[in-house]
């Protein structure tokens, strides 16, 4: 479902989607928004969140979420009796929101609820841990009039759902939430040796670094490359000239 992006309460035409009491919903959130952060939930219901980004996760239940742009989340809801629901989603500074409709038929509508108060960020929220924590320590190329802003005290806040989400009682998805089913990617076994190099373009006797003497090592970066010293590919031969008559 798509929701779409309207300017206000006063404009929120609700968009339905059927469905029969009982029966399990799929739905996909879509950020399109060119900049703005929504907080999604359906009021009445819980959501169970089985992808992020395309990518699938442990179901994990909750009641909200926040979904930044170009971001996509997959949840499962079950709606029951014949009640309508309101898919609700107030935009991050509370200035307006989009909102949909679950209903067993067409014609039925549920009310929104109103929109949280807007809250500021503070301090910690955009320079980090203020009570002196953990500094970092940055690179010399980190320091001049090029860099706009420098973070001293890094925290380590995932587990935080965000300003205008803390403490509103209502479970909100974060990210240590989200694991992904799929195992890690097995390294790619390295391919069969490549003959030794007949000519070197550099001088350099055939296959055969010059500075270190090493022989080239099989299963480069790119297929067919032969990697050479530390990570470099050996240079392909240039494509002969064609001279047009």
């Known amino acids: ?25 799929r739905l996909r959130f879509i950020n399109g928004s060119s900049m703005s952060t929504f907080d999604v939930r359906i009021p009445g219901l819980a959501m169970m969140v089985g992808a992020a980004d395309g990518q699938h996760v442990h179901p994990v239940t909750v009641d909200e979420l926040r979904i930044a742009t170009a971001e996509t989340f997959d949840v499962i809801v079950t709606p029951g009796g014949a009640d309508a629901y309101t898919i609700f989603a107030q935009s991050m500074d509370r200035s307006g929101y989009a909102r949909g409709t679950l209903t067993p038929r067409a014609g ?19 320079m980090g841990d203020m009570m002196g924590g953990k500094r970092a320590h940055h690179a010399r190329t980190e320091y001049g009039p090029s860099v706009d802003m420098r973070v001293d005290t890094p925290r380590a806040n995932l587990d935080d759902p965000g300003v205008g989400l803390r403490d509103n009682g209502r479970r909100v998805l974060t990210y240590p939430d989200l694991h992904t089913i799929v ?57 002969a000239p064609v001279h047009a008559r």
Request: hydrophobic share 30%.
């Open 1 to 25: 479902m798509v929701l779409p992006v309207l300017p206000g309460p006063e404009s929120a035409k609700p968009a339905h989607q059927s469905d029969r009491p009982g029966e399990r919903v």
């Open 108 to 126: 039925m509508t549920a009310a929104a609820p109103a929109p949280d108060k807007p809250e500021p960020t503070s301090m910690g929220d955009m």
């Open 183 to 239: 195992r890690p990617l097995k390294r790619p076994r390295a391919g069969p040796a490549l003959p030794p190099r007949s000519s070197c373009r550099s001088g350099r006797s055939a296959g055969t670094d010059a500075p270190t003497g090493r022989a080239p090592v099989s299963g480069g970066p790119n297929p067919g490359s032969v990697a050479w010293g530390a990570g470099r590919s050996a240079p392909r031969p240039s494509p």
